[in-house]
């Protein structure tokens, strides 16, 4: 029998779809996303490097507080008197997106002054902890936002999360063969899944059971850029 894992990490729903597990890399991000009552200024800005988790977390806290998600760049499409009507609490993914964008910038202005006002909460999104934007009135509220940085996955997250992949294919794996991806691949949750699926079709393929040298070679090959 394959030797089973451990992991003393809670898990919470992200919209019903999969289970967000905490780790050192972001609990302090969890904490202020559940504290979001308390946020000053009502506002948050959620920092943290492509595939660190950063779209799960907004959609965790979109359910915590029934809030609305959109996109940055689709926000000149976006009627935002009736959208603030709907719902004041609203999360705006990949805010760095939109710099030199004057209509975006200028709806996300909007945005932001209008939610507030109605004591409503905004939660943003981007990849740098201090974006840029050319609207200066825009850049002045992003700049007084608090803002919390979302680390790139540890081993402990990314073992969880490849367990949990595996798990929901009906796979098994070895310990082994999770610590030894864990401590070698690239830190991102698109890399996991990735990951997961190419070992899972070459284990199929090969009509074999995982092994670490299976792992170990599927591994190298993503490294190396094959598909």
């Not at 948050?44 to 965790?60: C, E, Q, R, Y």
């Not at 760095?96 to 939610?115: K, S, V």
């Not at 700049?143 to 992949?165: G, N, R, T």
């Amino acid at each position: 029998m394959a030797e089973q894992l451990a992991f003393d990490l809670p898990a919470r729903p992200a919209l019903g779809r999969d289970d967000f597990f905490v780790s050192p890399a972001n609990r302090t991000a969890v904490s202020w996303i559940e504290s979001w009552v308390d946020w000053p200024g009502g506002k948050l800005l959620l920092a943290g490097p492509k595939s660190a988790g950063k779209t799960h977390l907004v959609h965790v806290w979109a359910g915590l507080c029934d809030a609305q998600v959109v996109e940055a760049d689709r926000l000149n499409r976006l009627d935002i008197n009736a959208a603030v009507q709907s719902c004041p609490r609203i999360a705006v993914e990949n805010i760095d997106r939109i710099a030199g964008d004057a209509a975006c910038e200028q709806a996300l202005f909007h945005l932001h002054n209008l939610a507030l006002a109605d004591g409503g909460r905004l939660l943003m999104t981007c990849t740098l902890r201090a974006p840029r934007f050319d609207l200066p009135d825009l850049q002045s509220r992003v700049s007084a936002s608090p803002a919390v940085q979302l680390e790139a996955p540890d081993d402990a997250l990314l073992s969880a999360v490849m367990v949990k992949l595996f798990a929901d294919r009906q796979i098994n794996v070895p310990a082994s063969v999770i610590t030894y991806l864990a401590t070698r691949m690239e830190r991102s949750f698109d890399r996991a899944a990735a990951l997961v699926r190419a070992i899972d079709a070459a284990a199929l393929a090969r009509k074999r059971p995982i092994t670490r040298a299976l792992a170990a070679e599927v591994l190298d090959k993503l490294s190396d850029g094959g598909a």
